[in-house]
């Protein structure tokens, strides 16, 4: 069973999923988008229009675990 999410947010079509591995923080970045038959898909390629936001999320993500490093001491 895959562990909860520790931290999650949204940018525009881009999610930030971070992950707590025992002090280990991982992070996943995608983007949505609506297939052919409307329905809500997810991927991990990026357009142009796409970048701005995930620079920002890898930013904020970076943030939130330095706040958690910084929580722990």
Do not use: C
């Amino acid at each position: 069973m895959a562990k909860t999410p520790a931290y999650k947010f949204r940018l525009g079509l881009i999610t930030a999923t971070i992950r707590d591995n025992d002090g280990f923080f991982s992070v996943d970045l995608s983007r949505s988008y609506k297939n052919s038959e409307g329905q809500w898909q997810s991927t991990t390629s990026y357009g142009h229009a796409d970048l701005l936001n995930v620079a920002k999320s890898a930013e904020r993500a970076e943030n939130w675990i330095a706040r958690q490093a910084n929580a722990d001491k």
